[in-house]
């Protein structure tokens, strides 16, 4: 049985039959789905989708329940409850995709409000000044994150001329081992604005990367 935990953050929806305003992060979320789904055995996926209900965002109040020593009072639980489910998610997943548009050269908000309730001391990591200058350990470990992106502009990739421009793959690849990853993976169908050949070109190569990746993933897992 694979676990995966699934999170979907564009603000665009995503059905198969229709052909405007689609989001691309949402169709190659649903095609890494599919096809992990034919090609592997038993999977069950846990759906998170952030614009359906967005994330709460960290206050006071989360921050001294989140650091507190000891036993916590009812208020306390009540304020991480969320936090807590989502860590949750996030231990049972063996995979986790998460399928994110580009915003401003970054993610989301919702997606970094998930990850700032996701990510939490004695919980996902640990602080100990006794380390030094590097303090925080990941707690979690063994799991793979797959990260399937959409942007209007291009050349954002691994070493292409404009990745220093990229703020969601590299925050996102810093933040996966606080999730417990220790494989990250990356697709992404650039070009949108365009809506030119080179669009329709880059969404069919991320479709087959994703295929590729699934039957490495499978076979990794079998
Ligand atoms: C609010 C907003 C900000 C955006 N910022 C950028 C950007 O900084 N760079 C870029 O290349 N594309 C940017 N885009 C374009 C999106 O990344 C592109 O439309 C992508 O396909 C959105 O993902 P989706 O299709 O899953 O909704 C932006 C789009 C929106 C709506």
Redesign the pocket.
């Given at each position: 049985m694979k676990n995966i935990l699934y999170i979907s953050c564009?603000?665009?929806k995503?059905s198969e039959n229709e052909t405007q305003h689609?989001?691309?992060?949402?169709?190659?979320g649903e095609q890494f789905l599919n096809t992990f789904s034919q090609t592997t055995h038993k999977v069950e996926i846990i759906h998170r989708d952030l614009s359906v209900k967005q994330p709460a965002f960290i206050d006071e109040k989360f921050i001294a329940a989140a650091f507190a020593k000891g036993a916590l009072s009812e208020e306390q639980h009540l304020v991480l409850a969320e936090s807590d489910e989502i860590i949750k998610e996030v231990v049972n997943a063996d995979i986790i995709v998460i399928?994110?548009?580009?915003?401003?050269?970054?993610m989301p908000a919702v997606l970094k409000a998930w990850f700032d309730l996701a990510i939490r001391v004695d919980k996902t990591f640990s602080f100990d000044l006794a380390r030094g200058d590097k303090p925080l350990e990941p707690i979690l470990s063994g799991k793979t994150l797959v990260l399937l992106?959409?942007?209007?502009?291009?050349a954002?990739k691994k070493g292409e001329s404009q990745y220093h421009?990229n703020h969601l793959s590299s925050h996102i690849e810093q933040l996966a081992p606080y999730l417990g990853a220790e494989a990250f993976y990356e697709i992404a169908?650039?070009y949108?604005?365009f809506d030119d050949d080179r669009h329709k070109r880059s969404k069919a190569l991320a479709i087959e990367e994703i295929n590729n990746l699934v039957h490495m993933l499978s076979n990794q897992n079998s």
């Open positions: 564009s603000v665009r995503y689609q989001s691309i992060s949402r169709m190659l399928a994110s548009p580009m915003y401003n050269y970054g992106s959409s942007w209007g502009e291009f954002f421009l169908s650039e949108q604005e």
